[in-house]
């Protein structure tokens, strides 16, 4: 069992930033994959950016390219969201979760199906 809790979301302007860190514990973090998901009112949750356990592979989604960078800290057992020049179109709840299946590979999925444990998630709002 792996449990997990996000931090760090909040209220933000147009072109501000804001840094999630999402704290996992219950078993060995290092050797899992991580991502972060985000799911706005009335849309399907959907897929921000993804690590693996050692940071070699890291996938974003077309949106957040160039504006998030994904972050991980082995030694805190600490996943971190870098959210820069945020726009009012990434207001939505954020979550962390993690791939076990994955563990010790190169793999990054990218659905929410791939993924074992949850966050409860932390509210980012973005005002134009």
């Known amino acids: 069992q792996v449990q997990l809790a996000e931090s760090g979301g909040g209220l933000a302007q147009a072109g501000g930033s804001l840094r999630l860190s999402c704290a996992a514990s219950g078993r060995p973090f290092s050797t899992y994959s991580m991502g972060w998901f985000r799911q706005a009112p009335g849309k399907e949750r959907e897929f921000v950016a993804g690590?693996?356990?050692?940071?070699?592979?890291?996938t974003y989604a077309d949106s957040v390219k160039g504006r998030f960078t994904i972050s991980r800290d082995n030694a805190k057992n600490t996943v971190y969201l870098q959210m820069n020049n945020l726009k009012p179109e990434d207001t939505a709840r954020y979550y962390c979760?993690?791939?076990?299946?994955?563990?010790?590979?190169?793999?990054?999925?990218?659905?929410?199906?791939?993924?074992?444990?949850w966050g409860q998630g932390t509210q980012v709002t973005v005002s134009s």
């Open positions: 979760a993690v791939d076990v299946t994955s563990s010790g590979t190169v793999v990054v999925v990218t659905v929410e199906a791939g993924y074992d444990y």
């Open positions: 690590i693996n356990y050692n940071g070699g592979t890291i």
